[in-house]
């Protein structure tokens, strides 16, 4: 790790207002930099960086995206100097604090519109995840929302999904109606042949059960591509 070019001083030598505890309670928890953030959950750096520099360096190799840092495990952290085990799990904690909460916020939607309604929807479960997940949800006929469920969990590049635990779900509830769902944690949102392939296999079994999917969303962290907006619904 590079040192850095100026003079280090520790943060309890910075003046008051720009040290980051008095700074948030001076001017509030806005008016913080994510690495001033980050550094108060660190609470010291190094002999050569204080915890905000040791901060700004760990979100410089995630090109200052807090989504990828998500991503990060304890044992991705303690490979930077500085950090050992008790620091990276308190990163990974109010990271994964911030998750939950988005998770817990009140629907806004209880009815899907629109593909956008359905990746609102969705934005907790897949979101910042190192591998690939399918999830259906299932709606009434007014296209109310009966719930959600995770179908498989697979790997970087791909996960099994099995059409018969696809429907066993959706006739347990008594669905009327399916859209399917699953991450891409490279961040292409673009559908593979086998995309196309399970699409048109799942709604053709739709179409015998009268159970129709309405469409296919493939999910990643900032985007996502609906099989219905592009028309190619089989």
Known sequence: MEKSDHTYLAIHQWAEEDRPREKLLLKGKASLSDAELIGI??????????????????LSTVHNDLHALAKLSVTDLIRFKGIGEAKAITIVSALELGRRR??????????????????????????????????????????????????????????????????????????????????????????SEADKKLTRKVK?????????????????DHTYFSFSDESIMP
């Open 102 to 191: 988005k998770e817990s916020e009140p629907r806004k939607t209880f009815r899907i519109t629109s593909s956008s309604d359905a990746y609102e929807y969705m934005k907790p479960e897949l979101t910042d995840l190192p591998h690939e997940e399918f999830w259906i949800i299932m709606l009434r006929r007014n296209n109310a929302i009966i719930g959600k469920e995770q179908i498989s969990v697979g790997g970087v590049s791909g996960t099994a999904v099995d059409p018969k635990v696809i429907f066993k779900k959706a006739l347990d509830v008594m669905a009327s109606g399916l859209i399917l769902i699953h991450n891409h944690p490279s961040g292409n949102a673009q559908p």
């Open 204 to 220: 053709s079994a739709g179409e015998t059960l009268d159970i129709p999917v309405y469409d296919h969303l493939i999910f990643t």
């Open 41 to 58: 959950l660190l609470g010291s750096g190094t002999k050569t960086l204080s915890a905000v520099d040791l901060a700004k360096q760990i």
